[in-house]
């Protein structure tokens, strides 16, 4: 299984990015999709969390401005980041669980910079 993220760049305070995480190789069915981001000199953290079933959670820190979605014919997660903050700057990586095997993408760096 490969993980495809795209859609990182730099962008001003108060702006907008949207992030895609496409899942391609043998799959089945993919149980739960993430996104956590990692900024310098720190742990990496959740973001936010969906599940088969669609039913999405954030951490307290985005909640509000960030919103995950998932399309299961096309295997990707998505991720709408509104009212970016320079905080949120962070290497962000997409997340599946396969059969409870979790795999994870290369990451796609967010830059929020005036």
């Known amino acids: 299984v490969q993980l495809q993220a795209s859609g990182g760049g730099l962008v001003q305070p108060g702006g907008s990015l949207r992030l895609s995480c496409a899942a391609s190789?043998?799959?089945?069915?993919?149980?739960?999709m993430t996104w956590h981001r990692q900024a310098p000199g720190k742990q990496r953290e959740l973001v936010a969390a969906v599940t088969s079933g669609g039913t999405a959670t954030y951490a307290d820190s985005v909640k509000g401005r960030f919103t995950i979605s998932r399309d299961n014919a096309k295997n990707t997660v998505y991720l709408q980041m509104n009212s970016l903050k320079p905080e949120d700057t962070a290497v962000y990586y997409c997340?599946?669980?396969?059969?409870?095997?979790?795999?994870w993408g290369k990451g796609t760096q967010v830059t929020v910079s005036s």
């Open positions: 997340n599946v669980a396969i059969a409870w095997v979790d795999y």
């Open positions: 190789g043998s799959i089945f069915s993919i149980d739960y």
